[in-house]
């Protein structure tokens, strides 16, 4: 059974045949017009994939794209651009979009890189959202760690998004290019040397009092990277 899409485009005949599309092939489909609608359908959890357009009538795509990724970090997202407008897709992609297609678009193409998102996510780390470690219970949506004796600790937007994908993958190593790419989205390739990860991990165990000498919660794994130790049971 294949997944379920959400497309969010103005043009209804755009959107028409893009719908008509997706379910010639097997997917079942939402959509929406515009901005008001679309985010609400686009933050639920049974959408696996987002199409989005970039112009909106009450809004620009890329609005809504920030949005999806504050509430659903992992959603696979396509962002459908008009030819020439490059600037839009560069933004679209350093917001964390997976693909884009610039129209007029072939569907055949469109249905090949949608599969291809869908096929590059299957293994995609589900969302997390709040956990228990070390006597801490850590509240992500919120950015925020709150121990057992009443002190907190607030973390930045880019700790809890890399603490976040340090817990979805819990008990493996991910290498310092892996987090490059997937958190920072940036090309690892195009940076000769940064300590940014090293840094950010530093900070992030202070704030869990994780003791960097001996670390129990954001372990070291020397030649590989660093693994997340596990949630409390």
């Known amino acids: 059974m294949k997944k379920r899409i959400l497309v969010i485009e103005d043009d209804a005949a755009i959107r028409r045949g893009v719908v008509d599309a997706l379910r010639f092939d097997g997917y079942e489909v939402e959509q929406a017009g515009d901005r008001a ?24 795509g890329l609005d809504v794209l920030r949005e999806v990724r504050a509430t659903r970090p992992t959603l696979p997202v396509i962002i459908m651009t008009a030819k020439g407008a490059e600037s839009d897709r560069v933004a679209g992609l350093r917001l964390g979009a997976d693909d884009y297609v610039v129209k007029p678009f072939s569907v055949l193409e469109l249905l090949a890189r949608v599969e291809a998102v869908l096929r590059r996510s299957a293994e995609r780390p589900a969302d997390v959202r709040s956990l228990q470690v070390g006597g801490a219970t850590i509240d992500l949506d919120r950015r925020e760690v709150r121990f057992n004796d009443g002190e907190r600790a607030e973390l930045s937007e880019r700790e809890a998004d890399l603490l976040r994908y340090l817990v979805a993958n819990p008990g493996r190593a991910i290498a310092r290019d892996e987090l490059l790419a997937r958190v920072w ?19 992030l165990r202070g704030k869990l009092r994780d003791d960097s000498t001996d670390p129990r919660i954001i372990l070291t794994v020397r030649g590989k990277g660093y693994m997340f130790a596990g949630a409390d049971r």
Do not use: E, F
């Open 185 to 203: 989205r940036i090309n690892p390739r195009a940076i000769v040397q940064t300590r940014t990860i090293d840094m950010h991990i530093t900070a």
């Open 37 to 60: 609608a679309g985010v609400p359908m686009a933050v639920k959890a049974d959408a696996a994939l987002l199409l989005l357009d970039l112009v909106l009538p009450d809004g620009s």
